[in-house]
T-cell receptor
């Protein structure tokens, strides 16, 4: 069954701790994205990657890091430098190089601070 | 500064009637617009999109209209069904480098409630 898998669904972080959120896709899409959603807000772009071994900062990249070593995987690390990490994190993927293409989303990871 | 605005936080519509959700944008570099539907604790589901070279796109019960001069788009759902109750997000592509694999800029969403 094709799609985007995010894990875990719920994650708790202690103060000063780095945590990594997983995103895997089997859609064979080139581009992948990370967004953050806060209550009553729209999604805001953290990072995106158009091809393997390349990624770009979005609007709110401070306190986050990513890697793109494989086409299928785009993990997001929330570092201790991110002062307000509690949010709902969403990963997406889309085709690239074929004109405008919609992004398709996983079901998200909710991160909370202990 | 919000570049994509959905000014109605919520909208209540009777089952069987038309639902019209509105979205305004400020960045003239946007060239691709999308609507997503979202349930709580789930990821957004893509509904329909429109390129800036068109002014209308239709898919079943869903139609998106784009007025570039007014920087306004709308989503029409006809007829509205109970399963349509959700939060609807308007999104636009860019302004990083135009269409393709850019990140999306989202509005804050409109909560659509379909009443029986």
């Amino acid at each position: 069954d094709g799609g985007i898998t995010q894990s875990p669904k719920y994650l708790f972080r202690k103060e000063g701790q780095n945590v990594t959120l997983s995103c895997e896709q089997n859609l064979n899409h080139d581009a992948m994205y990370w967004y953050r959603q806060d209550p009553g807000q729209g999604l805001r772009l953290i990072y995106y990657s158009q091809i393997v071994n390349d990624f770009q900062k979005g609007d709110i990249a401070e306190g986050y890091s990513v890697s793109r070593e494989k086409k299928e995987s785009f993990p997001l690390t929330v570092t201790s430098a991110q002062k307000n990490p509690t949010a709902f994190y969403l990963c997406a993927a889309s085709r690239w190089g074929q004109g405008n293409q919609p992004q398709h989303f996983g079901d998200g990871t909710r991160l909370s601070i202990l | 500064d919000q570049q994509v605005k959905q000014n109605s936080p919520s909208l209540s519509v009777q089952e069987g009637r038309i639902s019209i959700l509105n979205c305004d944008y400020t960045n003239s570099m946007f060239d691709y617009f999308l609507w997503y539907k979202k349930y709580p604790a789930e990821g957004p589901t893509f509904l329909i999109s429109i390129s800036s070279i068109k002014d209308k796109n239709e898919d079943g019960r869903f139609t998106v209209f784009l007025n570039k001069s007014a920087k306004h788009l709308s989503l029409h759902i006809v007829p509205s069904q109970p399963g349509d109750s959700a939060v609807y997000f308007c999104a636009a592509s860019g302004p990083y480098s135009g269409g393709g694999a850019d990140g999306l800029t989202f509005g804050k969403g409109t909560h659509l409630i379909i009443q029986p």
